[in-house]
């Protein structure tokens, strides 16, 4: 019993620790490179994001703000935070942190978005010497950043959310 | 015995014994789904997993967008799609993105076909129980809706370089998405697991 709670607890904290370091490589780096008639343009996330908004798409920009930056920043916070509780045996609302922990468990593959993005136009834009997009490495962490906080959010066990609920009880 | 479940969540035993078909329920104490009855569930789920299963071989059979600009085109397939990634020196990349958008999601519905068809004879079999956990496991990695958002958002940044047609297979593909959406909002991780059990037993 006392076995399966430490092992959660420490196999999540050491993915979202990955994560975590990953997630700024994820940033700093572009995720993909414009190559239009000999001009070459690199461009990170957040500069997608800015891309969109100077294109006028702004309910666009927003959909990978919000799946892109938001998202996965919010979700390893939550994560940190529900792992921080549970340490401390904390009698904090459980129910809320429960409600807390599925909805990281239902937006957590959203964030894939962007890569998809880069998927298809390095695929679909191909057009010689006119335009081509290749993909830049921020890619490759940004995709890890999004499977290891699933892998995290997988391996944390929510019932300890409730165990710490049921100590507190005996004790008193 | 049988009508009551450890939600998932926060372990509490709930009776759910006084369920009836089309009725759903959820943990008093955490306020976590549990499960909602549908007495002929199965066959929904076979029948939204054989067709959805027969859209994405359309799917990945014809161009799923083509690009032009200046009299030049080009257009992918989408199994070109991921592959395209890993000859630009991203095998990595390439094989979670087909995992996440193709190869997963249509395991999780050949298996799901399977898992009808098995309990459907009647008979217990000593692959129900893999099958089903397979089943819910892969369905956290099938990420269908999140790539067509994805297909749409690629269209807008696309728009204004050049000129961009959606292909048949892309319609065929987001007839998959709902499939495979209805397919496993069918599938109830508890009324499933109450079939194997049923089976086992007899
Ligand atoms: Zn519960």
């Known amino acids: ?172 | 015995m049988g009508n009551e479940i450890a939600c998932q969540s926060c372990d509490l035993l709930v009776s759910v014994a006084a369920t009836k078909h089309g009725e759903s329920a959820s943990c008093p104490r955490c306020g976590c789904f549990l499960t909602k009855r549908h007495d002929d569930a199965l066959r929904r789920v076979l029948a939204f997993a054989s067709i959805g299963l027969m859209f994405l071989v359309f799917a990945s059979s014809y161009p799923f967008l083509s690009l032009s600009s200046s009299g030049v085109e080009s257009a992918i397939t989408l199994i070109q799609a991921p592959f395209a990634l890993w000859s630009k020196g991203m095998p990595e990349v390439a094989v979670l993105v087909t995992a996440f958008i193709i190869v997963i999601p249509a395991t999780v519905l050949m298996m799901m076909l399977t898992l009808c068809i098995l309990i459907n004879r009647g008979r217990y079999h000593s692959s129900l129980l893999p099958l089903a956990k397979g089943i819910f496991m892969g369905q956290k990695w099938s990420m269908v809706e999140v790539f067509l958002i994805a297909v749409i958002v690629a269209m807008v940044k696309i728009a204004a370089m050049a000129t961009v047609t959606i292909g048949i297979s892309f319609w065929a593909y987001a007839a998959f998405a709902i499939c495979f959406t209805l397919a496993t909002s069918n599938l109830d991780r508890y009324q499933c697991w109450q079939k194997i059990e049923l089976l086992a037993i007899k």
Request: overall charge neutral; charged content about 15%; proline content about 3%.
């Open chain 1, 1 to 172: 019993m006392h076995l399966r709670k430490n092992d959660s607890i420490q196999r999540t904290l050491a993915l979202l620790v990955t994560a975590s370091l990953l997630y700024i490589p994820a940033n700093l780096y572009p995720v993909m490179y414009t190559d239009a008639l000999g001009s070459n343009e690199a461009s990170t996330i957040m500069g997608g994001v800015v891309l969109l908004i100077n294109l006028g798409s702004a309910p666009v920009a927003l959909v990978i703000f919000v799946f892109s930056v938001m998202v996965p920043s919010a979700k390893l916070m939550a994560l940190f935070y529900l792992v921080w509780t549970v340490e401390r045996h904390s009698a904090l609302d459980p129910r809320q942190r429960s409600r807390l922990f599925r909805i990281v468990e239902f937006i957590g593959k959203w964030s894939m978005v962007d890569i998809f993005v880069v998927t298809i136009l390095v695929a679909l834009v191909q057009l010689g010497g006119l335009l081509v997009i290749l993909p830049g490495v921020a890619a490759i962490s940004f995709a890890g950043v999004v499977v290891i906080t699933i892998i995290a959010a997988e391996s944390f066990d929510s019932r300890l959310i409730w165990d710490n609920m049921e100590d507190k009880d005996s004790v008193n």
